[in-house]
């Protein structure tokens, strides 16, 4: 399929598809014509950055995790050198999480007593 159609499947910018193949995060083959074909493998990697961006990865941890993911559709495989990665971020997200639910506290503290002034 051609960029713009992978683009559409999958709600990503042409020009981040570019980056990606940049980055070498996915491989289309090229046709006689020099335009870009991208396989079933690169629309489903591709949904899965974005997946993963989303959730505030990082496209370094990304590209990490990706080998583990190159089947016919999302489905993991043991990476054992991945593990120890994984298991840091759900830590740095748990620390986050409650940075956060800490300040909202904070801030609903402060809300209703300002409500209960007014």
């Given at each position: 399929?051609?960029?713009?159609?992978?683009?559409?499947?999958?709600?990503?910018?042409?020009?981040?598809?570019?980056?990606?193949?940049?980055?070498?995060?996915?491989?289309?083959?090229?046709?006689?014509?020099?335009?870009?074909d991208y396989s079933r493998?690169?629309?489903?990697?591709?949904?899965?950055?974005?997946?993963?961006?989303?959730?505030?990865?990082?496209?370094?941890?990304?590209?990490?995790?990706?080998?583990?993911?190159?089947?016919?559709?999302?489905?993991?495989?043991?990476?054992?050198?991945?593990?120890?990665?994984?298991?840091?971020?759900?830590?740095?997200?748990?620390?986050?999480?409650?940075?956060?639910r800490k300040s909202r506290?904070?801030?609903?503290?402060?809300y209703k007593e300002m409500?209960?002034?007014?």
């Open positions: 399929m051609k960029i713009g159609e992978l683009s559409k499947r999958t709600n990503v910018s042409a020009r981040m598809l570019r980056y990606y193949e940049d980055e070498q995060l996915i491989s289309p083959t090229r046709r006689a014509s020099g335009y870009r493998e690169d629309e489903q990697v591709v949904k899965t950055i974005r997946i993963l961006s989303e959730a505030g990865l990082k496209l370094d941890f990304i590209r990490r995790f990706l080998p583990c993911l190159r089947s016919e559709g999302p489905i993991l495989h043991p990476c054992p050198d991945l593990m120890s990665a994984m298991e840091q971020e759900i830590r740095e997200l748990d620390a986050r999480v409650a940075k956060y506290k904070i801030l609903d503290g402060y409500r209960a002034e007014a």
